[in-house]
């Protein structure tokens, strides 16, 4: 076969720019490519949600990649096992209800099961800002290309309409910032210390809508929830994800 640079090159750009504009108008945003993303993705994209997972990083799998200190593995208790089955993740029983999985594996997997469903990702792409109109609620985000704010020039963004908009930036809790910087009703009650147990047993109800339109999931919510930290357990993060999922499908039922 004869190759050509420039069909391969109008193939990526013909292809990608369909898909952009097929998805500035869609269901869910899931913002932030962390494990809580990943997973709140995936099941939303099984179960026919168009969403778009917006990361501002190449590549997708946020802190879950580097497990604990750099040592990748990640810990999964006994109340979200079943996601690591869910996502077809091997894990060893280290001691009773402490699951021990590759981070690599587990990124790796939820996120060719989010693909495999159909959600598309959208990476080294940065949501800069929200979209509230008279309704008062998210209903849209405002992108650009990372590499336009990392290289700090003065480029308008462009932007997409969405139902339910999921922030799952982690600590930084970067969406619901936004929304309280631009004067949203939104109260940040900030991350606490380190305490596992207390912030993986309360990180689902922290799980909610806390400005119209904003879901908060994984470490944001703890975050907005003024929640404790745990450091490389995993379970509370997954089972964020798909709590927000959840949510989501419930929601677009109605
Ligand atoms: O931090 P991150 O992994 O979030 P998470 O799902 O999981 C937290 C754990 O990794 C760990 C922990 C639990 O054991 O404490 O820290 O809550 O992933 C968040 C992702 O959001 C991206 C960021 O690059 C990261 O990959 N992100 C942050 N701000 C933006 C963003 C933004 N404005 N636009 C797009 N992506």
Known sequence: MKLDEVTIS??????????????????????????????????????GVKVALIEKKLSIGGGMWGGGMMFPRIVVQEEARRLLDHFGIKYTEYEKGYYVASSVEAVSKSLAAACDA???VFNLTTVEDVVVKEDGGVSGLVIN???????????????????VTVDATGHDSMIAHMVRKKGGALEIKGEGFMWAERAETNILSHTK???PGLIVAGMAANAVGGETRMGPIFGGMLLSGEKAANMIIERLKK
């Not at 193939?11 to 990943?38: F, N, R, W």
């Not at 290309?145 to 139902?163: F, N, Q, S």
């Open 10 to 47: 109008r193939a990526i750009l013909s292809e990608q720019h369909k898909i952009m504009t097929e998805y500035l108008d869609i269901d869910c945003a899931v913002v932030g490519g962390g494990p809580s993303g990943i997973t709140c993705a995936a099941i939303l994209a099984q179960n």
């Open 118 to 120: 159909g959600a598309e």
């Open 145 to 163: 290309w990372t590499a336009v704010e990392m290289a700090g020039l003065h480029i308008d963004p462009l932007t997409m309409r969405t139902k």
């Open 209 to 211: 809508e806390v400005f």
